[in-house]
T-cell receptor, first 116, second 113 residues
Framework: GAVVSQHPSWVICKSGTSVKIECRSL??????MFWYRQFPKQSLMLMATSNEGSKATYEQGVEKDKFLINHASLTLSTLTVTSAHPEDSSFYIC????????????FGEGSRLTVL | GDSVTQMEGPVTLSEEAFLTINCTYT??????LFWYVQYPGEGLQLLLK?????DKGSNKGFEATYRKETTSFHLEKGSVQVSDSAVYFC????????????FGTGTKLQVIP
């Protein structure tokens, strides 16, 4: 099946720094990618939808300037957590939709961010 | 808005027991319904799906039927194994627009030998 890879899988940073997480579709083109945040014992919260070559669509309550999303190519989307704070610590998961009729979603392994 | 409600866990079962994880949804229009599974330390994987009323999705011994009248998509398996221990997420997708997927809170299943 199609593979989506996230990098890094685990990152620790100091408060006030910025962290970039990459999401790549390895063997297919993804016209749309989604970024989710997963809290302990809670569901995945959709943060934003990104389409290649256009601005991301953010869900209500998600700070656009805090969570910068770039979808520069059909195989790569990045999430940058700017000026990270401890409350940003979480598990971030991306998913990519194939540019086919089925449009099936494939998920990355997730990236655990810990802000000290 | 669109939402998915699934039973809280954790659910602990003995091997070979029967599994049911309840899932109900609220949505405008006619959503597609999914069950995803997240094994420890891994990302989400699609387990099964159904795209219209009365469809039955099945995979790896799991099955779920799209019930429009009760707005439900309960996950069942006749005989669980230790390897089925994971977190199971019910989800829906609205076919219009960006087709974003809305997830339930997840149900952790632990199967003991």
């Amino acid at each position: 099946g199609a593979v989506v890879s996230q990098h890094p899988s685990w990152v620790i940073c100091k408060s006030g720094t910025s962290v970039k997480i990459e999401c790549r579709s390895l063997d297919f083109q993804a016209t749309t990618m989604f970024w989710y945040r997963q809290f302990p014992k809670q569901s995945l919260m959709l943060m934003a939808t990104s389409n290649e070559g256009s601005k991301a669509t953010y869900e209500q309550g998600v700070e656009k300037d805090k969570f910068l999303i770039n979808h520069a190519s059909l195989t790569l989307s990045t999430l940058t957590v700017t000026s990270a704070h401890p409350e940003d610590s979480s598990f971030y998961i991306c998913s990519a939709r194939q540019a086919t009729n089925t449009g099936e979603l494939f998920f990355g392994e997730g990236s655990r961010l810990t802000v000290l | 808005g669109d939402s998915v409600t699934q039973m809280e866990g954790p659910v602990t079962l003995s091997e070979e027991a029967f599994l049911t994880i309840n899932c109900t949804y609220t949505a405008t229009g006619y959503p597609s319904l999914f069950w995803y599974v997240q094994y420890p330390g891994e990302g989400l994987q699609l387990l099964l799906k159904a795209t219209k009323a009365d469809d039955k999705g099945s995979n790896k011994g799991f099955e779920a039927t799209y019930r429009k009248e009760t707005t439900s998509f309960h996950l069942e398996k006749g005989s669980v194994q230790v390897s089925d221990s994971a977190v199971y997420f019910c989800a829906l997708k609205i076919p219009q627009g960006y087709q974003k997927v809305t997830f339930g809170t997840g149900t952790k299943l632990q199967v003991i030998p």
